[in-house]
């Protein structure tokens, strides 16, 4: 009794088990038991599902920037061990043992570096702080920041707040309005754990399979994992250096899609914010638009790295206009740990959402809620000013370091962010930055290739190999400025890889 | 421009419309302004969508247990506000307003109370439990229970943990392996925001829309929101008074459902314990059918009624079946406000749930997961005890003022766990227990009708009106024993309604 494989006939292209290799060469041992042992792994887990064909030797050589050597005696271990067969004219083949449904999704390469336990010397691929410390002050000692009685009467109740603890969801509101200049009530928000809840639950919630989405391209690629779980149909919008919004409303208009994604502030992964005139001009479109949800995503709004004016969220400038909607997170100002962000938007969209995350988990947990809902009331402003200093201590760094080294990197300026969206030196088209990636992995520094932040990579079938992203590779300036400046002398050592 | 309507020439049953309304008569006013105000802010969060056509007036006031005179003033009220239109024949719609593809979803009417602010004097429809004294302790104080060098060394960790913190899945591998009969190591275990998402997060990973999954029926209504939200087939298997293995076997064999959901010990809502031979045959089942994950709730496997050797998960017995997968939660036992559960499987289940866990929400909260690691280590069979405590206490409560007031119903007697499963009396069907919870909230009592724990109940079409769920109530004890001594009477003041 064995249920067909989900793709009976249907291979993996080169550069999608690239992705679901995560950092298989970061642990020791010869090269080629490293992919065999990786590609053994993920065949029993039903990752690389029952009877799929493996890539081409050669295709597989480039894509991990390796010897066709290594992947030969890769695939040859995989067959004396029983894992894959062969056939003239065929392929080399996974052998069928089991499946299961869960083959057909398939996580965004991004998240392998999260999901795996190999260890690289510079992490350049995650955008993540470590704590604060009033946030972590707080998190060790919550009477400093909690009134005693009503810490009693919360531990009395039975802890689910699907929309979110009251004080929480009051804090927010208070915070969105006093500081973000976006008027809001407490029955605005709804509560996430971190921001990628947020976005999973507004698709989750308001985007049918089928339906199209628009993004900007490049974007955050955990939005683009959550819409192509969800089946969602992604449009990427260029936005290397912007959006066009003459594009965004011909995109509007030719698609009706259920929901626009857009970071206006700062950009991940560019740094950029969004012109006021182009917010002004989204505003706009969201009105003559109600039926599609125009999501704003602010969790990297409060990391300027330069002075100025905050930046208004796009449903600042459309009050009245009830699809414009807001995500926020603490996570890159506070600390990911905490694991709060939250949706602002209609009442409606609100109780739909509440409705949603009660049959995702019941409420996130309630106890730190109090503590954060206590922090934003309180040394909210000293954590921003901290964490100012911080990021731009690690921009300097890297930003330094990779001029004195990398003189042929070109990169937007960033207004803010933790980001660094860099074009790798090239031909017309620039470098393969895939291959870059694999080859900077072996020296102990982790970098993001662009096409995983491109709305045109499905993995199997990576349609954008000629559009801009495959010639950038995304920089996260969150490690020390010492090991972001060794990671650049180890990039500069690695010779430019090309078509 | 608006979007046609998701089912525009749809209507929705007397008994769905009733779910959506949860709590509508928890409220001051006349009832039929309470109905048209509750109709109208269902209207404007889409959760029914523009077009949709009303039940007749008779059959709402039948589910609502008010009179006809009731609905046809709440109509009419909408009608006059704009919110509504009849014609003749073609019966009472909602005006086309503004419609989301979220209408389509429907949360499950169980979830009402979890969503809404209404407060009535006493909720036995939430089987939740306040913050045991231990946890509440710790979570003050963490630095009673968390070693300094550790708790430093977290905070300066990114704290995305979308496995968990390895120091808890330690601590839930220990727990299972010593406590309750499962060898487990770390890496069969994945931490998740309470058993809920455990439960969701199983669905999304291996079960496609359309695919069947069975069920005890009745259930865990939770389990059912999620299935239902997948667009899973469920298949209810009669549990009222323990599954017949020769009928799960049959189903197993004829449908090869992606899942089999289980709740051996202690049943929500029966409260029984799944008997040693039919748990043995539910074992060689699962190891018949490797294609079919069989998974066992055991959220309420540590909270016995009576004294007795503990029963292992289903897991323990079959150790090398690699489809047989545990879900836990500390929510009944510790406090839901935690929001800690996990799941138990095999490592390569657990890497695709990690995969799908990143996407929903990168991790669940981090420093929490310390402290519960700790109290796992540490004082948690004290707090098993206590809380065994606290349960008989308020069962015995329950029970006896139902017996003293109700003689005519009748219940399985529970082995555990925090709800009473109550027949009312009546004819050959028994009573209309729908009816009766209406009637009952009025009078300020919470209870759960039985069909919102049946897999044969999907809101719009019921098809389980002559299963016995609709007979039945379900009971949770966990108000302090006087509330379930006064709710009892009330309870009883009640005119017991027929069909």
Not at 88 to 95: H, K, S
Not at 230 to 256: F, K, M, S, Y
Not at 473 to 484: H, K, W
Request: hydrophobic share 45%; with cysteine; charged share 20%.
């Amino acid at each position: 009794m064995t249920t067909q494989p989900a793709w009976p006939s249907a291979g993996i292209g080169a550069l999608a088990l690239t992705d679901l290799l995560g950092r298989w060469a970061a642990a020791d041992g010869p090269l080629y038991r490293l992919l065999a042992t990786r590609i053994a792994r993920l065949a029993d887990t039903a990752e690389l599902p029952a009877g799929l064909r493996l890539p081409a030797e050669r295709d597989l050589a480039t894509a991990l920037s390796v010897s066709r050597n290594t992947v030969a005696a890769a695939y040859q271990l995989l067959r004396d061990e029983g894992m894959a067969e062969s056939r003239r004219g065929a392929g080399t083949r996974i052998v069928p043992h089991r499946t299961t449904p869960a083959a057909v999704h398939r996580a965004n390469g991004f998240f392998a570096g999260l999901l795996e336990e190999a260890v690289v010397e510079a992490d350049l691929s995650l955008a993540a702080v470590d704590c604060a410390p009033q946030v972590a002050a707080a998190l060790t000692n919550p009477d400093s920041v909690l009134d005693r009685a009503e810490r009693d009467a919360l531990t009395r109740t039975p802890g689910y707040f699907p929309h979110g603890l009251p004080d929480l969801r009051i804090a927010i509101a208070s915070h969105l309005t006093e500081r973000a200049g976006l008027p809001a009530g407490p029955s605005q928000v709804l509560v996430t754990t971190g921001g990628q809840q947020a976005v999973d639950l507004l698709i989750r919630s308001e985007v049918l399979p089928g339906q199209p989405v628009a993004v900007e391209d490049p974007t955050f690629p955990g939005a683009l994992d959550a819409l192509h779980r969800a089946g969602a149909r992604v449009i990427g919008i260029p936005a290397g250096e912007g959006v066009d919004p003459e594009r965004l409303e011909h995109v509007v208009r030719t698609h009706r899609p259920a929901m626009v994604y857009l970071i206006p502030a700062h950009h991940n992964p560019t740094g950029l914010v969004m012109a006021t005139q182009v917010r002004q001009r989204v505003a706009r479109i969201a009105a003559a638009y109600p039926d599609t949800l125009f999501v704003d995503d602010m969790t990297l709004a409060e990391l300027p790295l330069r002075d100025g004016p905050r930046v208004p969220p796009l449903a600042a400038l459309g009050p009245d206009v009830p699809n414009l909607v807001s995500v926020g997170s603490l996570s890159k100002l506070y600390w990911g740990g905490l694991r709060t962000g939250w949706i602002s938007g209609s009442g409606g969209l609100i109780a739909r959402l509440a409705a949603t995350k009660a049959a995702a988990d019941q409420g996130s947990t309630a106890f730190q809620q109090a503590i954060v809902a206590a922090l934003l009331s309180g040394p909210h402003e000293d954590i921003v000013k901290w964490r100012g200093e911080w990021v731009r201590a690690r921009y300097d760094a890297l930003a330094g370091a990779l001029r004195a080294s990398l003189p042929g990197w070109t990169w937007p300026e960033p207004d803010g962010g933790l980001c660094l969206w860099a074009r790798l030196p090239g031909e017309a088209d620039g470098a393969d930055s895939s291959a870059f990636a694999q080859a900077a992995l072996r020296q102990g520094v982790a970098v993001v290739p662009g096409r995983l932040l491109s709305a045109s990579y499905r993995g199997a079938s990576y349609e954008g190999a000629h559009s801009g992203a495959n010639a950038f590779v995304r920089l996260a300036f969150t490690q020390p400025p010492d090991v972001l400046r060794a990671a650049a002398r180890k990039l500069a050592a690695i010779p430019p890889p090309s078509r």
